[in-house]
């Protein structure tokens, strides 16, 4: 430290502790230096944090799709790997120029979002992106399991999962939440798999094509309910309006007509 | 100061003699919730010692600038950077223990134990003494979240550390695991146990009872 700056620390250091100036000083230096720790730590540990979670949300769909009965067979004759597609969500094809290795660049560019209509908004988020990258499964030339990332607004901040769809494209085959932020013991309970057991068989739309689905509040009555948690109706509601969006027609509701068609 | 004997009595009073969880009942909020596996009691217990430490050492370096107006707010924002710095430690190298813990590490930062320490004794001693009590009394809860986390663990799930010690019934053993002591109650009563035996081996720990029951004194008369 030069000189002068020695005798003007020494000063400050000298003042009495209860003086206004000591005071704020004091409280801005602690509160600097804390700053600086906490923003240094984050950011110097982001990488390897951001490695866990990837690692974690592959173990998750692999776990995902092996619950799912018939499909580990099927996931063992495609050589153990699903296929992974970038879809347009607004055409509901495969992105001709976004690939899964450059969906992260693609998406840090702010005209690759769309601006949600409020009213369409069901799952809080504001903004969706363009693109998402989609996983398949396929059996010959059928395709037997669709697996789409969702995200939307719980009771205690964005709720991540993935949802796995039989070919037919109404049938839940699974549901698997890769991150949430909902109380421990009550909302939080959506990672158990007590829970997401009560997600296989169960029906998104009617035979009129309206969307059914629903997270009950309580047990499940009917075929397009799975049981609530009990003092998590928010976390309930936001499950119902996450997937309400993504399968409706400002999700992948594109996307799934393409499947319908026979276009994957 | 840090002579040898003195050195190991400010280290070992706190284990059981002044141990902050079972006589001061201190810190006893986390020590209940984590302790479901000794996996996560130690990793809490590892972790609350070093912000104790830590904490201690860095406050009582510059207690002499410590305005009293505003000592609680230093502290606890030393206290919750250090737990913040921790927490991310942890979900980058321990991502699976850390999601085990969920808001628990967090919670430190309001752990009566790690004010208490700075406030009582980092506040009015030098750095290495402040930073022994510290870690005297990180090792003192440690110690209790050791005990309780091991015999939850055990006769919860009949394992230690994850590795199977008593053979279950369903895998044709003969221990059939107590799921109550899984859940929260099973904590209180085996920290209920816990001070109970204490302090009948250490009578002084008691404190004298604050009324006497009516029936009681009549009988006493």
């Not at chain 1, 629903?214 to 928010?234: C, F, K, L, N, Y």
């Not at chain 2, 009394?137 to 394992?159: H, T």
Request: net charge negative; with cysteine.
């Amino acid at each position: 430290m030069a000189e002068p700056d020695k005798t003007l620390w020494r000063r400050i250091l000298a003042l009495p502790n209860e003086s206004r100036a000591k005071t704020i000083l004091v409280a801005f230096l602690v509160s600097a230096a804390c700053a600086a720790l906490v923003s240094g730590a984050t950011v110097m540990l982001r990488p390897i944090q951001a490695a866990n979670r990837a690692a974690e949300e592959h173990a998750r769909i692999e776990a995902l799709v092996r619950g799912i009965p018939g499909m580990a067979d099927l996931l063992e004759q495609s050589g153990g790997e699903l296929s992974t597609v970038v879809i347009d969500l607004a055409s509901g094809r495969a992105a001709q120029e976004v690939t899964p290795a450059t969906l992260e660049s693609a998406l840090s560019d702010t005209d690759n979002w769309t601006d949600l209509d409020p009213a369409a908004d069901l799952a809080g988020l504001g903004l969706r992106p363009n693109f998402a990258q989609v996983f398949l499964l396929r059996e010959g030339e059928e395709v037997s399991l669709i697996l789409l990332p969702l995200s939307g607004q719980g009771y205690g901040g964005r709720i991540d999962a993935i949802m796995a769809l039989r070919g037919d494209t109404n049938t839940i085959a699974g549901l698997a939440v890769t991150r949430h932020g909902e109380t421990p013991g009550l909302g939080g309970r959506i990672e158990e798999a007590a829970w997401q057991a009560s997600f296989p068989g169960t029906l998104l739309r009617d035979e009129a094509g309206e969307m059914r689905f629903r997270v009950a509040q309580g047990p499940a009555s009917g075929v397009h309910e799975v049981d609530g948690i009990t003092g998590a109706t928010r976390t309930g509601r936001g499950v119902t309006n996450m997937v309400r969006f993504w399968l409706g027609p400002d999700g992948y509701g594109p996307f799934l007509d393409a499947i319908r068609r026979g276009e994957f | 100061m840090a002579k040898g004997p003195d050195v190991w009595r400010v280290l070992t009073e706190p284990l059981i003699r002044q141990n902050p969880v079972t006589l001061q009942i201190l810190g006893i909020c986390s020590a209940l919730a984590v302790t479901t596996t000794m996996a996560t009691a130690l990793t809490m217990a590892v972790s609350l010692t070093v912000v104790l430490t830590l904490a201690a050492g860095i406050i009582s370096t510059i207690r002499r600038h410590i305005p009293d107006s505003i000592r609680l707010i230093v502290q606890i924002v030393i206290v919750a950077s250090l737990v913040i710095v921790i927490d991310q430690v942890l979900q980058a190298y321990f991502a699976e223990i850390s999601r085990a813990l969920s808001v628990y590490v967090g919670l430190i930062t309001t752990n009566c134990l790690v004010l208490g320490r700075t406030e009582a004794y980092a506040r009015h001693h030098r750095p290495l003494p402040s930073m022994l009590d510290a870690f005297g009394n990180g090792l003192g809860y440690s110690l209790v979240l050791m005990i309780v986390g091991g015999l939850r663990e055990l006769f919860g799930k009949g394992e230690l550390f994850g590795f199977a010690v008593l053979p279950l019934a369903d895998a044709g053993g003969w221990f059939t695991p107590l799921s109550l002591m899984l859940l929260a109650p099973s904590a209180f009563f085996i920290l209920g146990l816990l001070v109970w035996a204490i302090r009948s081996w250490l009578p002084e720990q008691a404190e004298a009872p604050e009324h006497v029951p009516p029936g009681r004194m009549e009988a006493a008369e």
